[in-house]
Nanobody, 125 residues
Framework: QVQLVESGGGLVQAGGSLRLSCAASGSIFGINAMGWYRQAPGKQRELVATISSISSGGNTNYAKSVKGRFAISRDNAKNTVYLQMNSLKPEDTAVYYC????????????????WGKGTLVTVSS
């Protein structure tokens, strides 16, 4: 069974940093796009950052609210995506979810859009 498991959440003071990790496990051929989303209490889930596959250039995309403070990266050898979060603000408090398009088989091509269960990030003022 393939799954994504996040880690690295916790409580941090405003201005601090955290690094989230998300590892894919199970029998997969590869991983296409990966990303981080978050959902604050009473709000809808929103995109934080995405990164394309290395073969597609490893292009990154960020929400305006985190641009310049957060950095997404990936390690294909470890099937892992990271989110480095710096200069954290109380409004960054949310459950952070990892998302990835997991390629199960190459020929025929079969991929699934998979979500992790989330990790809580709390930023105190």
């Amino acid at each position: 069974q393939v799954q994504l498991v996040e880690s690295g959440g916790g409580l941090v003071q405003a201005g601090g940093s955290l690094r989230l990790s998300c590892a894919a496990s199970g029998s997969i051929f590869g991983i296409n796009a990966m990303g981080w989303y978050r959902q604050a209490p009473g709000k809808q889930r929103e995109l934080v950052a995405t990164i394309s596959s290395i073969s597609s250039g490893g292009n990154t995309n960020y929400a305006k609210s985190v641009k310049g403070r957060f950095a997404i990266s990936r390690d294909n050898a470890k099937n892992t995506v990271y989110l480095q979060m710096n200069s954290l603000k109380p409004e960054d408090t949310a459950v952070y979810y990892c998302n990835a398009v997991l390629v199960i088989t190459q020929n025929p091509y079969y991929a699934i859009d998979n979500w992790g269960k989330g990790t809580l990030v709390t930023v105190s003022s």
